[in-house]
């Protein structure tokens, strides 16, 4: 599967984005997907999952919301009250199992998007 993630942008600090990740292939209802965020000079770090369940990162719940349109190949990350701490190039993923088993590791998902970047001015 290749996946293709867009929205991202300069946005104020409160503000709201939305990215998008449109995913080929005619599996999509069979994978676990997952949002992940990398700041400079940072690791690559867990964002969102969504299979069975939804899960977030203690430091966006409450603020990002993770969905998907199965009928258009699309995982969506809505992001609200931004903090230039969100900051980051964010990177869709996929899992070919369709499992929450570990949807916090990276080693999980074998397929990622290209990485959309998100920038929050204070």
């Known amino acids: 599967v290749q996946l293709q993630a867009s929205g991202g942008g300069l946005v104020q600090a409160g503000g709201s984005l939305r990215l998008s990740c449109i995913a080929s292939?005619?599996?999509?209802?069979?994978?676990?997907l997952g949002w992940f965020r990398q700041a400079p000079g940072k690791e690559r770090e867990f964002v969102a999952h969504?299979?069975?369940?939804?899960y977030y990162a203690d430091s966006v719940k409450g603020r990002f919301t993770i969905s998907r349109d199965n009928a258009k190949n699309t995982v969506y990350l809505q992001m609200n009250s931004l903090k230039p701490e969100d900051t980051a190039v964010y990177y869709c993923?996929?899992?070919?199992?369709?499992?929450?088993?570990?949807?916090?590791?990276?080693?999980?998902?074998?397929?990622w998007g290209q990485g959309t970047q998100v920038t929050v001015s204070s």
């Open positions: 292939g005619r599996t999509f209802t069979t994978y676990a």
């Open positions: 993923a996929a899992a070919g199992s369709f499992s929450s088993v570990n949807y916090d590791s990276k080693g999980k998902y074998g397929y």
């Open positions: 969504i299979s069975w369940a939804t």
